[in-house]
């Protein structure tokens, strides 16, 4: 059974929800610039190979939509790291708030713009295509596996989803670290270099955790486990600050 003060966290955190919907709509908008710009850098190709025995050449360019997922992933990062600026704090001041339910609503509009990113990312992908057959010589096209089905983009969409909701969640911390201590900006991005660098096994094996996981219901216990985390342990450091103030 709920008790009043829960109805009331909850009530208080849809308002601000809904509320952050309309104020941040700019931000989701700016999607779809970074998405057309990746769709401009994958149209060229993403790689290609050659070869021959004197009489014959044969030359191979890649297509793939994986740079309108990487920008994606990146723009996701970005906006969660600015929702935990103080800006975007001060827009929450015309609603009745404090820390809990303005992290509660930060979550709430991270998920969706997570299912908004990683839906349009997978479009993005089958435009592409579509792109491709109409402007590239179909003689020269390789059909064997061009064509998605349902079941495939369907599939698509939902891990990427999945990874918008990994990544955003990760750069929620890093902004709620850097609020607390501006020292973080430095520390954090020579925390990540050292570990790609000097701890290359570590970083693979990280990458290898998630990406390389067969069982698509592991990943998504595996995914949402490590968001909750992430989430949670930002919502706690965020709380003590309040408590600090």
Known sequence: MMSSNEVNLLSISCKQYFYKLKAYSSLVHSLIIVQMMALIFSLGGVGGSSGGNGELSVSVKSYSSNIVIVFSLFWIMFLAIQLSTKPYKKM????????????????????????????????????????????????????NGFFLAYGDLLLG????????????????????????????VIIIPAVILGVLRVHTKFALSVYKFFAFEVSLSMFVLKVIISAIILFGVSILISNRMEVSQ
């Open 157 to 184: 969409m939902f891990v990427a989803i999945l990874y918008m909701l990994l990544i955003s969640a990760f750069g929620y911390l890093i902004g709620v670290l850097v609020q607390l201590n501006t020292a973080f």
């Open 92 to 143: 929450e001041l015309p609603l009745v708030t404090n820390r809990l339910s303005g992290n509660l609503s930060n979550v709430g509009f991270l998920m969706t713009a997570g299912v908004f990113g990683g839906v349009t990312s997978s479009l993005i992908g089958v435009l592409l295509r579509i792109i491709t057959y109409f402007t590239v010589d179909r003689s020269q096209i390789v059909f």
